[in-house]
């Protein structure tokens, strides 16, 4: 196993995080060979790991966890055979597991904790990653065929690009541009940049936690392999979606904003004041906790 730390550029904070490092840097990791797919169990049957002890590779099962003690919560301990060598690869392992399941199931397993073999970096090319604004203009234009009508993005909680060293703020509020209207718009929950190896048996894992209605698309393995391998895919998770339906009475944006030039990109920085005249919000009209909004969008 490498002792060079692994550079990322957000924090690990799930299950998937994990997987995701793991198919990255699992060379790194001592995992030159990954034989079987993860499963809906999200572990791997069967992988070589190098065994220094041994000067060999061996087979092992592969288990993914944020944390060891969720290993306990969804009982794999049950699962164990001690005809196995098994590892278990978590951000943190926050309940010394191994100790545990030798003093009460009579079994041992390895644990690989990521945070300490990455190193976590907030700057790309000495330039500080900050999200510099709080609104943004998302373009449904991109999505094509592919994707379901706009009224479906409120099953929906995903909204998925690609790009390099995007950074959108967690809790900022996004308006949704179809052609030159604003439709409608959501809050955004979280945002994460991933990387998506040329990996069928990630690839396979990564599908099945983002198909429809996750999020807005349902691809087979190959279209996956085709839109997104070896490329940074932006994930951004919404919530209170809306939509303005009214279109007899809405402007267009350049009616709007006249100043204001729309890009054919992903997403598109606005400030408060541009976010609030293509809402139709006027601050003098703000109540508390209600909106009253301009009938030339409603």
Known sequence: MSNVKMKIYSPVLSSLDVIVLFAKFHEQ?????????????????????????????????????YLSSDYLLH????????????????????????IYLQENYKNDIQIIELKNHVEFVNNIGGEELKPEYKYYLINYDLAGDDYKSYVDWKNSRLFRFKGDHILIGNGSKALIKDGDYI???????????????????????????????????????????????????????????????????????????????????????????EYNKLLGIDKKCISKNNYYLDSQIL
Request: proline residues 3%; negative net charge; charged residues 30%.
């Open 29 to 65: 990791l001592g995992f030159p060979f990954i034989e079987y797919s993860v499963h809906d169990k999200m572990f791997i049957k069967k992988a070589k790991h190098w065994n220094k002890s041994k000067n060999q590779y061996e087979e092992v099962t592969v288990d993914f966890e």
């Open 75 to 98: 009982n794999r301990q049950i699962s164990m055979s001690r005809n196995k060598k098994h590892i278990l690869v978590c951000w943190e392992d926050d309940c010394k597991l191994n």
């Open 183 to 273: 439709i409608g718009g959501f809050d955004i929950v979280r945002h994460e940049n991933i990387w998506i190896p040329n990996d069928r048996n990630f690839i396979e894992s990564y599908k099945r936690l983002t198909d429809y209605p996750v999020g807005l698309v349902f691809l087979d393995c190959d279209e996956v392999i085709e839109k997104y391998a070896n490329q940074n895919v932006n994930h951004i998770f919404y919530s209170n979606f809306f939509e303005l339906n009214n279109k007899k009475l809405r402007k267009t944006i350049k009616e709007i904003l006249p100043n204001f030039e729309t890009s054919d990109c992903a997403v598109q920085a606005l400030t408060e004041e």
